[in-house]
């Protein structure tokens, strides 16, 4: 009688404090019979809200996200959990440049064309949902954000060389990529002590993703040697470098930071979220004199973006999918761009007015949200990725661009990426 | 200290040793096992992480294993065939000696100098002995970040005050000897003051008769550094020679986070990459274990045997 007294009186105490269930045997709140869906994220997806919007709608789910402050560490964490079989949240985010590492592994996804809700045609651009298609026509993400390329270019600077700087008047400087090297020729003869770009691969990377080939053939077959392409490109590239257009500043570094405080460079290619971090790094006393223009050389291009996937380790998978479509669906896509910014890859959430009115002050109130819509849609194809693309265009054809900013000899530096890609690929 | 053991050995076997009773056969094995037992917690932790990741590496290093793949294929030595031939590791392994070399050379020198101006008599002795570890404390990535703005190629302070005297820049990233002596500057601020330290413990154990018997001599200072002092800081600077040859050897997070953009690549040519960034590389951009692995081992084989070596070398320069 006393022992039973004494257990109440824990159990008491213990659910005042932790609220926790208290019963004895399974009367009442055994647990709820929820389907519980994790989704793992990294950066901002803008999704805390439209979360809580889903539950409330669907008593018998309930969402935990799984939040990685950067992309790096969470694609590090969805390669190795699904070598090691099992520990993967029932949708993971999968970033643009991480697509093609994911793309050789397929088939550890569920197919979302079979599993997933009835989706109506043409939800994304689509270019963005052709990259995330497998060669057999399974699709294994659905597309969220996309980050469409402009050119962002130095008002100021540009007037001090003699070149058009109203939007209107750049545009034909940006027409295409003979132009924009011509243009900088003269830039740099104008402005001592200052670059017409950042660095050579960002140059590089966006024009080589214009290409209807990139580094694979559709066989997965390596052809960065025999695709002229790849060559025309270093070869404008570096002939530019040669000149001086480079400021050779390491994309993200702290000198590439100090190089938008000090103005050490006039074009940036610029995809719709770097438009931030400009206004972060080049900070308030630069404020008016970054411009932005509706124009990017050869048409359009895309860095950046995401899609969500459902890898087959999921124990809910139909569930998990349904929760993704909805996420994805245009009318959530603009909410979490409300939210964080991040720039819809849906073609109806691109005419939507809260897009198309956004202006951003540090750009002179340039009407940004139409500004990328137009840009996004200028895109005309996704280039087919292959299994170590992401790889070839990090770890060898950025740095070797980069050594040839640093003095050594083009040609050298080009059998070196062709030695380093073949490596890579093997 | 050798000279007196035996004696102690001696005076123990003429007391009468306890005889085990026959008695209490629980007792007799409690004297057998338990002195294990009580040593097994140690066995145990480092058999199972020490001991079995160390042979699964040498079992993985034999496959073609990427991550995440089904079926590894077994390819016996292939992977070792292809890192010797690999021009890539060779570089890696080269500038991890230069790095190790350029850091832990001036840095134990550097050690014995300040660890005898420390045992000095000093104003506010513990205030400085305090200051030498500072660098010690301070977080290694912090370190690391701002090192690598001071050496920044174009607007680092250290060119800015070369160019101020009249000596023309150093591109810091892309030349190799340039990154190097970088890297080992970062190494050498964070441990010169742990390691001179030590060697100030070392230096407070050595009998003051024997100093005091040397100045009746009539030996100076530095006759007394070099006759006296330094022989009998000879067990602990092979400790401290074997473990920054160890820690040199791995090094990893100085020339990681050198990279201004993040890459593990070591520089645009590789220039500072190491031998277990190379691995890092490899197991975690490649996704390539089974090299990796190959890796691992030949870097443990490697840092042996230059630990043995520096061991032997120490134990016949400094008698």
Sequence with gaps: MRQRWVSVLICAAVSAAATTACGSGGASQSPDGKTE??????????????????????????????????????????????????????????????????MAKASQFND????????????????????????????????????????????????????????????????????????????????????????AAQVFNAMHNQHQVGYYDRDDKLVVESNPDIKADWDAVTKAVSKGQSARLAAFSNEWNTGFKLGKFATKTCPSWMLGVI???????????????????????NWGGSYLSVPKQSKNAKKAAELAAWLTAPE???????????????????????????????????????????????????????PKDGEIQETVFSPALQSVEQGKNADEAWRTAVQGAEKAAK | MTAVLPQVDRGREQQPRPRPARRYPLSKLDNKVSPYLF?????VLFGAIGLFPLLYTAYVSLFDWEVGADDPAFIGLDNYRTLVEDAQFWQALFNTFSIFV?????????????????????????????????????????????????????????????????????????????SHVAIASMVNWRWTGYNSLIVLAAMQAIPREVHEAALVDGAGPLRRFFSITLPMLKPTLIFVIVTSTIGGLQIFTEPKLYEPSGGSGGGAEHQYQTVVLYLY???????????ASSIAWVLFLIIIAVAGLNFLITRRAVR
């Design chain 1, 332 to 386: 959530q896509q603009i909410k979490a761009f409300k939210a964080k910014g991040t720039f819809p890859s849906q073609v109806k959430a691109l005419d939507a007015p809260a897009l198309l009115e956004q202006t951003n002050p540090y750009f002179n109130d340039v009407k940004a949200g139409a500004l990328f819509a137009t840009q996004a849609k200028k895109v005309t194809a996704a280039q087919y990725k292959g």
């Design chain 1, 37 to 102: 869906l994790t989704i793992a994220t990294f950066n901002e997806f803008g999704y805390e809200d439209l979360f809580k919007e889903y539950e409330a709608a669907h008593p018998d789910v309930k969402i935990t996200q799984r939040k990685t402050g950067q992309g790096q560490p969470h694609h590090q964490n969805l390669f190795t959990k699904l070598g090691a079989g099992s520990g993967l949240a029932d949708i993971e985010a999968v970033e643009e440049g991480y697509l093609s590492q994911v």
């Design chain 2, 281 to 291: 590389q490899t197991a975690f951009q490649g996704l390539d274990l089974g090299y």
């Design chain 1, 112 to 199: 979302l064309k079979e599993i997933g809700p009835q989706i109506e045609d043409g939800r994304w651009l689509k270019w963005k949902s052709d990259a995330v298609t497998t060669k057999d026509g399974k699709l294994i993400g659905y597309g969220t954000d996309i980050g469409p390329l402009a050119m962002c270019y130095r008002k100021d600077l540009f007037q001090q060389a003699g070149l058009p700087s109203d939007p209107e008047g750049v545009k034909t400087l940006f027409a295409t990529w003979d132009s924009y090297f011509a243009a900088g020729d003269q830039f740099v003869a104008k402005v001592p002590g200052v670059a017409w770009f950042d660095n």
């Design chain 1, 279 to 301: 206004e972060s790094q080049a900070g308030p006393e630069n404020k008016g004199k970054w411009a932005v223009a509706d124009a990017f050389p050869n048409g359009g291009g």
């Design chain 2, 102 to 178: 350029l850091s832990s050379a001036p840095q134990i020198v550097v050690a014995v100098l300040i660890a005898a101006l420390l045992n000095e008599n000093l104003r506010a002795r513990t205030g400085w002995r305090m200051g030498v570890l500072l660098p010690y404390v301070a977080s290694l990535v912090a370190l690391t970040i701002i090192f690598g703005n001071l050496f920044g190629p174009q607007y680092g302070l250290v060119n800015t005050v070369l160019s101020a005297v009249g000596i023309p820049p150093i591109d810091w990233q892309a030349s190799t000897f340039g």
């Design chain 2, 39 to 43: 040593v097994a917690p140690f066995f």
